[in-house]
């Protein structure tokens, strides 16, 4: 008897110390990581400022305006539509955190869902964050999911039917902000999200719009800008004058009959020129191979490197890696690239920055010297 | 509603494992139950 109580004491205090890490760590993935916006910021606001429906909810989320204070054009940018692709969501963050506007304003949202930050896709062995040497210290980020938190939104329906097209993709996508808009002010968390995003463009007048992400490398739209047919002038200018920077990308006009994505509904709905970038992230892959955050930060992987050489796909990967270094730089060359193409078609509305490093700088100093501590 | 009847669930099989857990007088036994217990402790607090 006295043997029984002792082995039900040791398995109970081992279950509880499993129970308290796994708790701990669990909750780490609610508490968002500190971000150090530039002395360029004029106000920061919440999302549930354009559409109250989402106040108190895990879909609110911080929108930074850096306004210069003279008249010009509004640029706005979303990181973080898919939380579990690093360079869109560092490469808003980079930005965030060095931008000086000299003329116009840019209203950034590096956390677009926000819910998707609390939780990781499961059966995919993706780790929960990853890190990045700063000149003051290593900066943690999330490594979230690609949709909505279930938790926040559940269940999911067999088939999600997109409003108001009727269009429809698997139930999962329900949860997908990229096939949400142009969203309802009455539907799920995910709809009213992309509600709120499309409210702000149009309350803020957005003239421009990015949607930053990456995918995999045998994914057909990698180092694409993908625009909505009223940019294409703004979109091939970008696309020449980053040639001369020995950046290819790939014009990709936007399908009209391809509904709920942001370089769609965003220009149908709104007067803003919505422009979404990818770039080629081996981690997002289903030949990744082992899955870590060296993955993240590096992106080598041989299976792709075999991939590539057999010629059987369309693989994007360059030979010594896919780095985040280059991923975020590709973004901040392409979003600098786009916003002087803007200002050749629109020389009476322009907007200019200043502050931000080009992909060069990114692959040659490393994001860490972008990032800031305080 | 789905959400509170999948929780009152869980919280009953764990009470009943959790019963079959403590009358359990085999170590091993009581590990295998114990492994299961954690996974429906973690899901009633939704982790993981």
Not at chain 1, 202 to 208: C, G, M, S, V
Not at chain 1, 229 to 241: C, N, Q, R, V
Request: with cysteine; net charge negative; charged share 20%.
């Amino acid at each position: 008897m006295k043997k029984q109580y002792i082995s039900t004491a040791i398995i109970t205090i081992v279950i509880l110390l499993t129970g308290i890490i796994a708790s701990l760590e669990f909750h780490k993935m609610h508490v968002p990581e500190p971000l150090y916006p530039s002395e360029g910021l004029s106000s920061k606001r919440m999302l549930s400022d354009y559409f109250p429906g989402i106040r108190g909810t895990n879909g609110d989320t911080e929108v930074y305006i850096f306004d210069s204070g003279k008249p010009g054009a509004t640029v706005f940018l979303a990181g973080g539509t898919h939380p579990n692709e690093p360079a869109g969501y560092i490469a808003s963050v980079v930005i965030l955190e060095n931008l000086i506007p000299e003329r116009g304003r840019v209203i950034i949202i590096p956390r677009l869902n926000n819910s998707g930050f609390t939780c990781t896709d499961p059966m995919e062995a993706f780790p929960q964050s990853f890190h990045i040497k700063t000149d003051k210290g290593v900066r943690r980020f999330r490594f979230g999911s690609r949709a909505t938190n279930p938790v926040h939104q559940w269940p999911d329906p067999l088939v999600y039917s997109h409003k108001p097209s009727g269009q429809q993709y698997s139930g999962l996508e329900s949860r997908n902000l990229n096939r949400s808009y142009p969203g309802d002010p009455n539907g799920s968390l995910t709809e009213k999200v992309a509600y709120a995003i499309l409210q702000l463009i149009e309350k803020e007048n957005a003239d421009i719009s990015y949607d930053l992400h990456e995918a995999a490398p045998e994914i057909p739209i990698i180092n694409a800008i993908v625009y909505h047919e009223k940019a294409e002038d703004i979109a091939m200018y970008a696309i020449l004058e980053l040639e001369f920077e020995d950046l290819k990308y790939t014009p990709e006009l936007s399908p009209k009959n391809f509904h709920g994505l942001s370089h769609r509904e965003w220009g149908d709905y709104t007067e803003t020129r919505p422009f979404l970038m990818e770039t080629s992230s081996p981690v997002q892959g289903r030949l990744r191979g082992k899955t870590n955050e060296e993955l993240i930060l590096e992106g080598v992987s041989k299976n792709y490197k075999i991939a590539k050489e057999t010629g059987a796909l369309r693989i994007v990967y360059r030979d010594e890696g896919e780095q985040l270094n280059h991923r975020v730089g590709r973004h901040l060359s392409g979003f600098q690239a786009i916003i002087r193409a803007y200002n050749e078609f629109y020389p009476d509305n322009p907007v200019e920055i200043a502050g931000l490093p080009a992909y060069s700088d990114l692959v040659e100093h490393g994001i860490g010297c972008y990032l800031h501590n305080e | 509603m789905l959400h509170v009847i999948y929780t009152l669930i869980l919280i009953y099989v764990t009470f009943i494992l959790g019963i079959e857990y403590l009358k359990e007088k085999n170590w091993k036994m009581q590990v295998a139950i114990g492994l299961v217990l954690l996974i429906f402790i973690l899901r009633i607090l939704h982790i993981k």
